[in-house]
């Protein structure tokens, strides 16, 4: 089944622990993303990147980062883990063609104490 | 540059009542247009698209027009039921050459609760 995988789900933690959260495609798709979602201001794109060893800020990526080692994986990390962090957080991805749709998985609900 | 914006929320309908979000858009260039739709406790998934100008998107019963004089994506369903309760994102894609090709930009979501 071709899908988005994301872990883990939900996490609770402490502010400057740091954490990363997986995500991986089985669709070969080059574009990937992260965005969060926060009540009243929609989905903000953290990162994404374009294709293996390419990636680029969006518009919230203070006290995040990502890697993008391998075409499948795109993990996010936080490094310094801080309150304003806590939020829903989605990766995405799609093929080459900006007129594809991106491809959502089912989300971590991020708490940061 | 780029942005949607959409009719805020929450929107409350009775079972077969008829469907009309707002969605309008600001675009450098010819974006695609997308409707998205988040259930409860899950991601997003694509309910319709549209590529370019008059192109009409439409799946489960909803449609929506690529309206490039109006710069509007507004979505429509003649006769909502209660599992089409959820949140509604319309988005754009960039198509613009450059860092921002195909990044989305998406509207802030429109809650709609449907009732028996």
């Known amino acids: 089944e071709a899908q988005v995988t994301q872990n883990p789900r939900y996490l609770i933690t402490v502010t400057g622990k740091k954490l990363t959260v997986t995500c991986s495609q089985n669709?070969?798709?080059?574009?990937m993303s992260w965005y969060r979602q926060d009540p009243g201001l929609g989905l903000r794109q953290i990162y994404y990147?374009?294709?293996?060893?390419?990636?680029d800020k969006g518009d919230v990526p203070e006290g995040y980062k990502v890697s993008r080692k391998e075409k499948r994986n795109f993990p996010l990390i936080l490094e310094s883990p801080s309150p304003n962090q806590t939020s829903l957080y989605f990766c995405?991805?799609?093929?080459?063609?900006?007129?594809?749709?991106?491809?959502f998985g089912d989300g971590t609900r991020l708490s940061i104490l | 540059g780029n942005s949607v914006t959409q009719m805020e929320g929450p929107v409350t309908l009775s079972e077969e009542a008829f469907l009309t979000i707002n969605c309008t858009y600001t675009?450098?260039?010819?974006?695609?247009l997308f409707w998205y739709v988040q259930y409860p406790g899950e991601g997003l998934q694509l309910l319709l698209k549209?590529?370019?100008?008059?192109d009409k998107g439409s799946n489960k019963g909803f449609e929506a027009t690529y309206r490039k004089e109006t710069t509007s994506f507004h979505l429509e369903k003649g006769s909502v039921q209660v599992s089409d309760s959820a949140v509604y994102f319309c988005?754009?894609?960039?198509?613009?050459?450059?860092?921002?090709?195909?990044?989305?930009?998406f509207g802030r979501g429109t809650q709609l609760t449907v009732w028996p």
């Open positions: 669709m070969n798709h080059e574009y």
């Open positions: 549209a590529t370019k100008a008059d």
């Open positions: 995405a991805s799609r093929p080459d063609s900006p007129n594809q749709p991106q491809h």
């Open positions: 675009a450098t260039g010819y974006p695609s």
């Open positions: 990147s374009m294709n293996v060893e390419v990636t």
């Open positions: 988005a754009l894609s960039d198509h613009n050459r450059g860092s921002t090709l195909g990044r989305l930009y």
